[in-house]
């Protein structure tokens, strides 16, 4: 009897306290009823042995303890599933896209080939890793309905467009560029390719869900990377081993100090895009609800400009004062070398336009109750 006591004891550790002292009983009901049977079987008392055999045949104390579970016995279930292996796929492809601008940024640097190399693959195996990681615990989060998202019931045809990258193979890149932009081996594509000119732009034209998709994926992407916990594998650059970029004043600058002022601020910024994200994606019905969602974004890349522009360390080498400069600058885009502090006064002027964009789209939604483009069709 004491196997039997301390394999009970074993199951009810890991039982729902509520129901652990009637799921005893019943279990012990049902060992000592297969006991008996076996021992009106051989005609004799069971050994010790044979009684562990028993024990076996009823289960490990974790697999029958979570028979009586009312939560989900997976992980990732047979109806997430598709989307886990997606949002996997789609991870991996950005992975490695990366991983080329690691090696790249290495090479570019100055760096050794074959270090290049190996870093680049560091960080690719080290992120696909910690984002398999994270789309699995997503997938338990919602397994679980601790995190509702609606979209994945009440999605549109119109969100659908993205689906068709993360399925491309070398051919349909191929016929992507011959065909100016438009794969004719997708059949979502090919309808696109022979379709007017209006139902093209329907095609091509980003939805909400989409949208939210991708600020999610590069917001995630980002965080991991800001926080540390995935690694890009680049290194300080040196200006003068790298002639075909001038970095101006962008060579003087405390990268590490102005990554310290602005740690939390990111963070706090990334975390708020993607919940905004995950909102739109839980309530795509709430047409309102995203256009107050576009104001704020709209308004927040505008200020994150504005810092830039007249607060930040950078805000001397960014910023211009007079169309002259503007023209320098223009000039300054064309031609080699590359001219970075240019490159970053341009980041930060078409940051200001989306942002106003942004705004505009968040009114108009507000205002009629509906997404900007169904109101210009």
């Known amino acids: 009897m004491d196997l039997i006591e301390d394999y009970l004891r074993a199951v009810s550790r890991l039982l729902p306290a509520a129901k652990r002292e009637d799921i005893v009983t019943e279990l012990r009901d049902e060992i000592l009823t297969r006991i008996e049977a076996r021992e009106e079987t ?7 042995d044979e009684t562990e055999q028993v024990l076996r045949d ?27 292996s997606y949002a996997v796929r789609l991870a991996i492809l950005i992975q490695l896209a990366i991983c080329v ?6 090479i570019i640097g100055g760096g050794d080939v074959a270090q290049a190399f190996g870093a680049a693959i560091g960080t690719g195996v080290t992120g696909i890793m910690t984002l398999i990681g994270f789309a699995t615990v997503a997938a338990w989060l919602v397994e679980r309905k ?24 070398w051919n349909d890149m191929s016929d992507w560029f011959k065909s100016g932009g438009y794969p004719a081996t997708s059949p979502s594509t090919a309808y696109v390719k022979e379709a007017p000119p209006r139902d093209r732009e329907w095609r091509l034209r980003r939805s909400a869900a989409s949208e939210a998709i991708g600020v999610i994926v590069g917001s995630v992407f980002a965080l991991l ?9 680049f290194t300080a650059i040196d200006p003068a081993s790298v002639p075909v970029l001038y970095f101006g004043g962008l060579a003087d ?26 909102l739109t994606l839980a309530m795509p019905g709430a047409f309102r609800l995203h256009g107050v969602i576009a104001i704020a974004t709209g308004v927040a890349t505008i200020a994150i400009a504005a810092w830039i522009w007249y607060l930040s360390p950078l805000a001397p080498i960014v910023s211009i004062s007079s169309a002259g400069e503007f023209a320098d600058r223009v000039r300054d885009v064309i031609g080699l070398p590359i001219h970075l502090p240019a490159i970053f006064t341009f980041a930060a002027m078409i940051n200001v336009i989306e942002g106003l964009f942004r705004i505009l789209s968040g009114v108009t939604t ?12």
């Open 42 to 48: 051989l005609g004799r008392a069971l050994t010790p």
């Open 146 to 169: 601790t995190v509702k998202i609606d979209y994945l019931t009440n999605w549109r045809v119109r969100d659908l467009t993205f689906i068709d990258f993360t399925a491309w193979d």
């Open 58 to 84: 009823v289960g490990h104390p974790i697999v029958v303890a979570a028979r009586y579970r009312d939560e989900p016995q997976y992980a990732v279930g047979p109806a997430l599933y598709p989307f886990w």
């Open 101 to 106: 601008l690691v090696f790249a940024g290495r």
């Open 366 to 377: 507000v205002v009629t109750g509906q997404r900007h483009d169904k109101v210009q069709r």
């Open 225 to 233: 990377w800001w926080t540390g916990i995935i690694r890009f594998g």
């Open 253 to 278: 600058i405390d990268w590490v100090a102005l990554k310290d002022m602005l740690f939390a601020p990111v963070i706090v910024y990334l975390a708020a895009a993607i919940a905004l994200a995950g």
